[in-house]
């Protein structure tokens, strides 16, 4: 699809992915050769760094100032967006957490409390980014990371609630956010304004029937669409490849997170438990916003389609967290208790040394 979009556009895009691709394949290769389990050793120095990279982004002169928001670095031969980074080191973190206190977690300060500064110092500097999109998904995946680790409704509910309340009113404050949901909310009356990018994806959608025009056919490519290589290539996909294609795309996601469930279903302790109950649903619900957007069923909200869209650094943190998914089902097996880790660790580390 990048190939069909760069006929008309700029084929930076292509051949920036294929080197991007190229990259995050080798890394999932080397997360799926490594055991997961190392992750453990430098949770909070990657969450350290994942914190430290959100704020220097907020910086003038050292965060790139686009489209309204503070988001990416400028690398001069790309663009990186630490976002991308800190959904993965949080949930590593939150992992972590959830494993050395699953004894302690169902109390309000071990269940909330610590879990909550952890989460607010990933979550408020994308915020003020601002990004809302992932500070909702990010926000999503932690809630149900912390019910899996056995967090306590009583003590979950409140905080949830206060949280969608306050995001609500940040929206209801924000004139550009607004925009968005009324256009959502009446897509004719403002499809040659703020609705434009919607209305467009529905039309290419629509003029692709069950076939599609063919790949390189499509015309909403042709200027009618903004950022239809990122957030809103799956309107692409449907215009030229029709709906069997889009249908095929849906099946793919819903199969890996099938796949995923049962891989932190069957992982070896609460660690990878978590970590790929975590991944998995991060992929699952960016997918599932993404195309939810595109379709009209859901208001703008500015994530790209896993795995699909242009972005270099969401694809390379995507291909990581899909390695270390491969190396918790590869290490894999029945639970093991605290005393058999530690002697499997030293025997790993006896035959390093």
């Excluded at 400028?74 to 959904?87: G, N, T």
């Excluded at 990004?131 to 899996?148: Q, W």
């Excluded at 899909?322 to 089902?329: D, E, K, N, Y």
Aim: neutral net charge.
């Amino acid at each position: 699809m990048l190939y069909s979009i760069s006929m008309v556009d700029n084929a930076r895009y292509l051949h920036l992915q294929g080197i991007w691709a190229a990259l995050g394949i080798a890394v999932c290769v080397t997360a799926a050769l490594l055991d997961y389990r190392w992750l453990k050793k430098f949770t909070w120095v990657i969450f350290g760094m994942a914190v430290v990279a959100l704020l220097l982004v907020l910086i003038p002169g050292i965060g790139e100032w686009r489209n309204g928001a503070r988001r990416w670095f400028d690398l001069k031969f790309a663009h990186f967006q630490p976002s991308e980074a800190a959904k993965l080191a949080l949930i590593i973190v939150l992992a972590y957490y959830g494993e050395k206190y699953q004894k302690d977690i169902r109390t309000f300060y071990r269940g909330m409390v610590i879990p909550g500064v952890i989460i607010g110092a990933i979550l408020v500097p994308i915020f003020c980014e601002p990004d809302r999109g992932t500070t909702i998904l990010l926000a999503a995946v932690s809630g149900l990371m912390l019910l899996l680790a056995g967090v306590r409704w009583i003590y979950f509910v409140p905080p949830a609630v206060g949280g969608i309340v306050f995001m609500a009113y940040a929206l209801m404050s924000d004139p550009l956010r607004m925009k968005r949901i009324s256009s959502w909310l009446n897509p004719e009356e403002t499809k040659q304004g703020t609705g434009w990018q919607g209305w467009q994806a529905m039309i290419a959608l629509g003029s692709g029937g069950t076939s599609g025009l063919g790949l390189g056919n499509g015309r909403q490519k042709l200027g009618f669409i903004p950022e239809k290589h990122t957030d809103f290539i799956f309107s692409i996909i449907g215009e030229e490849m029709g709906l069997f294609a889009t249908l095929g795309v849906v099946a793919g996601f819903v199969i890996f997170i099938l796949c995923g469930i049962y891989i932190a279903w069957h992982a070896r302790d609460v660690f990878g438990l978590l970590l790929g109950s975590g991944i998995t649903f991060l992929v699952g619900l960016q997918a599932f916003i993404n195309i939810g957007v595109v379709t009209g069923a859901l208001p703008n909200k500015g994530l790209p389609l896993p795995f699909i869209s242009y972005g270099g650094s969401s694809l390379l943190l995507m291909l990581l967290a899909v390695g270390i998914l491969i190396s918790i089902a590869r290490f894999g097996g029945p639970p093991v208790t605290e005393e058999e880790e530690l002697e499997e660790t030293d025997l790993r580390g006896a035959q390093f040394a």
